[in-house]
């Protein structure tokens, strides 16, 4: 599979093609087609992309051979070759050797250039980074956009000739695979703790001085889709400035960044908790500051973000999946791969949890946040789930879950502790979600549903009169 986003093509997109250089394909496959699958339908094809093509061509992929699979295909023979490149794992020689294709290819047609510290600038998504390029700038560093790139080749002889590279995590930051050895390099992570297992390879495959350096304020469980940059006091020691406090530029980055179409989701990411006593000093801060807060039109509850609930679960034959958010589903629904453990995880409040065995062993001994529910190892099933609280986190939240089963249906929505089980069937897949608990309004009057009117068709409606309140019991 071949993804279209930079990053991927320096490291997704190569991790096969190190048998380009290999004897045995090039004395029995030479005249094979080389076929790849875009990352997803309507994507474009990998030659279309003018940088990743000419990184392919300096790696030998002869063009005429490349075919992407758009629809279903049949081959006699498909030879897939191993990974040289694994995510959050390994690399291997032949990964470093295609490097090094590429990077012999930039030394061999360098030209002398005037940056010697460049500044990478992703841009996309990222508020407040202009301001983090500029205090880049003011230290010497050129700072290269995408439209400044004209070419792989510029920005390969940039790279070469560069004494220290920054950049912001992600795509940007992998260009640092091709400087020369033992280059400074200086990355500013997208959010406090959120560094990328794509990131910590690369820097081993050639000795790097690497330098990783806080300078974010993300808070917001949002994924690819915003991240907030702020002059932090580890980026100006770190360059020798004095630290004088936050400027009101930092907190103006930060408003803006709160006040974007983001802040809906309000989830704040796990990653906060590795800013420890910076974010508290940040916000009480900028409470300081009622006029700039004023000025920006938030509103009453806008500092009021809470954590983010994640959970985990043990599958059969595959073991311990990833950690998934509230309200994201755990495992694939469409295979029968049944559920054997499950652990959750709230920083805000204690959660407990136990699960459903059979009828001779009945119900797990209930545990807490981050303990293991059920067994691992023991090809032992479950069958139920039942969810709940501490006292201080069941004012504040409904805690809501349903389990998908071998027969492809999901169960009702559970709450708050009350027992699900599955009916004997399997689970191939759990979700959860929190839910605010709602206030009740103590000074309505209860209707009684007597003096209502049933139709024929058991329609209940309520002659003359208007409702604010329905509740259903089943």
Known sequence: MFYHVWGHVITDNIRRLWFLNNDVFRNEFKNCPIVYIPWFSGSRPIDSMPDARRLLEILGVDFNRLRPITQPTRFDKIIMFDDSYVFNSYFTNEYRE???????????????????????????????EERLAEYFKSKGYEIITHEK??????????????????????????NSVFLRDNMETIFIPRAAGGLTGYQERLNQVHPLNANYIDSTMSIFNVGHDSYCFIISEQLKRFFGDKWNGYEEEDFKTFLDYVNSPIRKCRRISNHVKNYNTVFKDFMAQLKRHKDLIASYNMPSDWDTFRSVMNYQTY????????WINENQVSDEIDKKLDIQAIKINFPKYKVYYSVYYNEEEGWSQEVTTGQVAGTTGKRKSIYGLRIRFDEAGAKEFDILYRMHTFDG??????????????????????????????????????????????????????????????????
């Open 315 to 322: 599958v059969h034959t595959k073991g311990w999946g990833s």
């Open 98 to 128: 295609m490097i090094d294709r590429v990077r012999n290819f930039a030394l061999k047609n360098r030209t002398p250039t005037s940056s010697k510290k460049i500044y990478f600038f992703y841009g996309k998504n990222q508020i407040g």
């Open 409 to 474: 249906e999901w169960t009702p929505w559970a709450k708050n502790g009350e027992n699900l089980y599955s009916h004997k069937q399997r689970l191939n897949a759990i979700q959860i979600k929190l839910e605010p608990v709602k206030s009740v309004d103590t000074n309505a009057k209860e209707f009684n549903y007597t003096q209502s009117f049933l139709t024929e068709n058991n329609e209940i409606y309520l002659q003359g009169q208007r409702q604010n309140i329905i509740q259903l019991n089943f």
């Open 149 to 174: 790139r004209a070419n792989f080749d510029e920005e390969l002889n940039l790279l070469i000739n560069c004494e220290s590279f920054a950049s912001t995590g992600g795509s940007c930051a992998h």
